[in-house]
């Protein structure tokens, strides 16, 4: 079943962001919760020298990340703490893209689709330091024209 997505909320997982497959970490804090799996439907980090979306929950599957926006919001995190420190070019690049093409196969439109999860809870995430105004022209410059 193909979900009706409205947008897209941004995190950051607050934990350290190794060279490594970080997301299994975090599916096992969010099962440890009691939830069925991880709460994002992806996270985006850094494996084998790179940065790369890793699939969470599946795209037909309601997340578990912003209460009250689940059941309408596909839940992105970049692993990491950017509190005060900003995320590299590369992972904002690699979420950018991801976020990009989440937005054109939903047709997503580019305003009032893309959120921070403090634009929709009292929370600093994604961090003070996640350039959100960059990465907003980012993901716009890699939408489908």
């Given at each position: 079943?193909?979900?009706?997505?409205?947008?897209?909320?941004?995190?950051?997982?607050?934990?350290?962001d190794?060279?490594?497959l970080?997301?299994?970490?975090?599916?096992?804090?969010?099962?440890?919760?009691?939830?069925?799996?991880?709460?994002?439907?992806?996270?985006?980090?850094?494996?084998?020298?790179?940065?790369?979306?890793?699939?969470?929950?599946?795209?037909?599957?309601?997340?578990?990340?912003?209460?009250?926006?689940?059941?309408?919001?596909?839940?992105?995190?970049?692993?990491?703490?950017f509190?005060?420190?900003?995320?590299?070019?590369?992972?904002?690049?690699?979420?950018?893209?991801?976020?990009?093409?989440?937005?054109?196969?939903?047709?997503?439109?580019?305003?009032?689709?893309?959120?921070?999860?403090?634009?929709?809870?009292?929370?600093?995430?994604?961090?003070?330091?996640?350039?959100?105004?960059?990465?907003?022209?980012?993901?716009?410059?890699?939408?489908?024209?």
């Amino acid at each position: 079943m193909k979900r009706d997505w409205r947008g897209v909320v941004v995190h950051m997982t607050e934990g350290p962001d190794t060279d490594g497959l970080e997301s299994k970490g975090y599916k096992a804090y969010h099962l440890s919760l009691g939830w069925r799996d991880i709460g994002y439907h992806f996270v985006v980090e850094k494996i084998d020298g790179g940065v790369w979306p890793v699939v969470g929950r599946m795209l037909n599957e309601v997340g578990a990340h912003c209460r009250c926006f689940n059941t309408r919001y596909l839940g992105v995190a970049l692993a990491g703490d950017f509190t005060t420190t900003p995320p590299s070019d590369d992972h904002l690049s690699s979420a950018a893209r991801l976020v990009a093409g989440l937005m054109d196969e939903f047709s997503m439109p580019t305003e009032g689709a893309l959120f921070r999860h403090c634009d929709l809870k009292d929370t600093t995430c994604p961090g003070a330091a996640f350039p959100w105004e960059k990465f907003k022209l980012m993901v716009a410059k890699a939408r489908q024209p």
